[in-house]
């Protein structure tokens, strides 16, 4: 038996890992693997790389992907997807494992349409798939921006002043809300609850009117400008208040605990399910690994954690 991995999308952290997980399983199962270079860009090119138990030594602890990735565009045109299927054929692969966020699981749901064994492994520092509760690299994400922002914290406790810090996520807030509760953030600002800025004014004017030297806001990147609302609060409140954008610091490092555990068993689940023949999407649901259709996965709703949020505005006072 034959598979073959790739990374696809925006990398996260632990992806090492669960290629780490995948060649070591399928060795030790007998089945040959081979690592794709530069996500479906590299699957239409062919770009197809044997791998053996050291190719994927002393990679657990490293975040990136060394099988490289890409956002494809010719991927999701006809003659690529053709390309993509016939690599496969080629290459006589009889499963292929796709480590990646929404876009590259709806990719691993095309192929599985067009008769290709494939399983799914959610990697994504935006925890935006609504199936798991939880992505590969999200957690490492979490931790880097609560690092972040208690070195923010210090200077802003020192000047008395408000940091909104503006984190990645795209249209979903989980690095806004998980952060800020880890980092004691006085409010946060997600796409899927509407923006009332005089509300977090106002905690802001009472908290300075008690003493408090700082005021964090952690805004998710999807809710618009953090500098146009950083100008408007500071009108409001009259708090000096400066801006920090995180960036890509949040998508690299070394993966989490949480994230190279997730990791190491997807990827071992991975090539037990390939070798039954299946195609499926694994995720985590409620403390154990789940296995849903690709049909399934995108039929979920993704559900805000409300009840987090009341947490952190109830802790935050
Ligand atoms: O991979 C997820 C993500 O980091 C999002 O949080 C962010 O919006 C996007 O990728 C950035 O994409 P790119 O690397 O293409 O600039």
Redesign the pocket.
Known sequence: MRIAILTS??D?PGMNAAIRAVTRTSIYEGIEVFGIKGGYEGLIDAKFEKLIQSSVADIIQRGGTILSTS?SERFMTEEGLEKAISSLKIFEIDALIVLG?DGSLHGAKILKEHGINVIGIPC???NDLAYTDYTIGFMTAVETVTEAVSHIRDTTEALGRANVVEV???NCGDIALYSGVSSGAESIIVPEIPLDINEIAEKAIMGKNRGKKHHIIIMS?GCGSAFDFAKEFEKLTGIDTRVTVLG?I??GGTPSIADRILASEFGYLAVKEAKKGNSLALGYKDGKVIKMSFDEIFNVKKVFRKDLLEILKTVSI
């Open positions: 999308g925006g996260a956002r966020g994504s520092i935006d990645m996520g795209r990147e890509y949040q998508r």
